[in-house]
């Protein structure tokens, strides 16, 4: 049963904070994303990575970084958390290639910041 | 950019079918995708269509016609546990997936 893990479901930080969130999955696959998901927004992608050290920015990278120092393990970090970064950020991981389709998705971190 | 249009809400009775649409304009297309999310959890994968035609698994089915940039997933035997939110997807290059707003499915009694 594949499995991917958020660190924390629920987490309030304060306005300026620097905030680490953490995504490990167990499933050996080399593409990791994460996602942060508003009511009427859908599923917007802040970055990709396909490789251990490699990451992409994806639609909306502004004011986040990503950190990926082993396969498993795929960090978001907001450098200086703002309000407008209130949201449920998601984690995903997929297998390489171009035939690989299926994205895997974490339990969300419901992030507020005040 | 990508543009994925889905309807907003739908609500539909216990043992109906339902048909949510899904359009799409995007710079490259490599298949498409729904995903079914209840509230308060992870999106969980259902379909995927790459070639034209209709994909069925179970009570649900998915369409895809890559000429009109449409896509639709039929529910079929509708039961309250498919109260959820259906995503539409489109993977527009090897990797990324641009998702639609969603549709709230809503079953009732």
């Known amino acids: 049963d594949v499995k991917v893990t958020q660190s924390s479901r629920y987490l309030v930080k304060r306005t300026g904070e620097k905030v680490f969130l953490e995504c490990v999955q167990d499933?050996?696959?080399?593409?990791m994303f994460w996602y942060r998901q508003d009511p009427g927004l859908g599923l917007r992608l802040i970055y990709f990575?396909?490789?251990?050290?490699?990451?992409e920015k994806g639609d909306i990278p502004e004011g986040y970084s990503v950190s990926r120092e082993k396969k498993e393990r795929f960090s978001l970090i907001l450098e200086s958390a703002s309000t407008n970064q209130t949201s449920m950020y998601l984690c995903?991981?997929?297998?390489?290639?171009?035939?690989?389709?299926?994205?895997?998705f974490g339990p969300g971190t419901r992030l507020t910041v005040t | 950019g990508q543009n994925i249009d889905q309807p907003t809400e739908m609500t539909a009775t216990e043992g109906a079918i339902v048909q949510i649409n899904c359009t799409y304009q995007?710079?490259?297309?490599?298949?498409l995708f729904w995903y079914q999310q209840h509230a308060g959890e992870a999106p969980t994968f259902l379909s995927y269509n790459v070639l034209d035609g209709l994909e069925e698994k179970g009570r649900f089915s998915s369409f895809l016609s890559r000429s009109k940039g449409y896509s639709y997933l039929l529910l079929k035997e509708l039961q309250m546990k498919d109260s959820a939110s259906y995503l539409c997807a489109v993977k527009s290059n090897d990797y990324k997936l641009s998702f639609g707003a969603g549709t709230t499915v809503t079953v009732r009694a």
């Open positions: 499933m050996d696959h080399e593409n």
């Open positions: 995007t710079s490259g297309f490599n298949g």
């Open positions: 990575s396909y490789d251990v050290k490699m990451k």
């Open positions: 995903a991981g997929g297998a390489g290639g171009k035939s690989s389709y299926e994205q895997y």
